[in-house]
């Protein structure tokens, strides 16, 4: 897990901004979901094609969050990433054909294609019959034709997203970003999201605060769900 602080100056960046810290006071757990960003095998086992060692340590924080919201009414949705063959590559090949090594292009698109066992939830991740699994094929799930993520938020009255997952940096902070512009409350949960180094994980996170959302902890994101959560989170900037 990463053990990083967010840095003083960003903090005082932020209070002059806008005069507090934290964004947030109270969620509507019926208004509120967790999203889980692509804790899959092709991520998080070991030696996979795009393992993400990190994404490890966080399995046992997401499933104390996820299931602390879930029994409080909150959906939890697990989004994991597929994509599809065309012809003799996938259906992204603008990312496969530049941003892979070609010794590793045809072990990626094999474990992400869709009914592989790498696609779905790691097996360390306590999923129930009652939450959602949604694929996406392009980092952040809220671009058009990516998934039916939004499409899920919106209809069942979704405000709120609690964001986990792997990498910080990349999907998940990706997603951040559109849900934020999309209209949605968006929290960076720090410490169930994981990158392939600290520096990553804490570059995102103090971007994110900064522009685009909330960054707590899974304590702290817990506080602030439900009819009792009615006062402010204290600062907490180790993340």
């Not at 109270?26 to 993400?52: G, H, K, N, R, Y």
């Not at 694929?135 to 997203?161: D, H, M, T, W």
């Not at 900064?210 to 600062?235: I, K, S």
Request: with cysteine; hydrophobic share 45%; aromatic share 8%.
């Amino acid at each position: 897990m990463h053990h990083v602080v967010i840095r003083q100056k960003i903090i005082d960046r932020v209070l002059a901004r806008r005069g507090r810290y934290h964004l947030f006071e109270w969620f509507d757990a019926a208004e509120t979901a967790l999203v889980v960003i692509d804790m899959q095998p092709t991520f998080v086992a070991s030696d996979s094609p795009a393992e993400v060692p990190a994404s490890r340590s966080i399995v046992d924080n997401i499933n104390i969050l996820a299931d602390s919201l879930r029994a409080q009414g909150v959906a939890v949705i697990w989004v994991t990433h597929a994509n599809g063959r065309v012809g003799g590559g996938s259906d992204w090949n603008g990312f496969f054909d530049h941003f892979v090594d070609e010794e590793v292009r045809e072990k990626t698109i094999e474990s992400l294609a869709p009914g592989s066992p790498d696609a779905l939830p790691w097996e360390g991740l306590n999923v129930h019959g009652d939450d959602l699994h949604i694929f996406k094929n392009r980092y952040s799930a809220l671009i058009p034709g990516s998934s039916s993520l939004e499409r899920v938020l919106r209809a069942q009255g979704i405000q709120n997203i609690f964001i986990a997952g792997t990498k910080t940096n990349v999907c998940c902070e990706a997603t951040g970003r559109d849900a934020m512009m999309l209209d949605f409350n968006t929290v960076m949960v720090s410490d169930c999201l994981a990158a392939l180094s600290d520096e990553e994980h804490l570059a995102a996170l103090e971007t994110f605060i900064q522009q685009f959302g909330d960054v707590l902890t899974y304590e702290e994101a817990l506080e602030l769900v439900g009819p009792h959560a009615n006062r402010a989170v204290p600062l907490s900037p180790d993340v």
